[in-house]
């Protein structure tokens, strides 16, 4: 989970979403093109907080798995 002082309001989020598909079918914005076009609109909209809410996700999965191989690396398989 995202840290609890990096948690984005889910309101918000689900509300940039939704105007970020629409603003993508309005565009013309499909297939591969979805995801980072989608990407960019929450960050605008959000202010960049979504972006610091993924980044601290992905640092936080990082150290957990760090600390899951230390854990590990005393074990045969």
Do not use: C, K, M, R
């Amino acid at each position: 989970p995202v840290p609890a002082e990096y948690e984005a309001d889910q309101v918000i989020i689900e509300a940039a979403i939704e105007a970020g598909l629409a603003a993508a079918h309005d565009q013309g914005v499909s297939g591969a093109e979805i995801t980072p076009f989608l990407l960019a609109h929450i960050v605008e909209t959000t202010g960049g907080a979504s972006l610091d809410t993924n980044v601290a996700l992905v640092t936080h999965n990082a150290t957990v798995a760090a600390q899951v191989a230390v854990a590990l690396a005393g074990y045969e398989a």
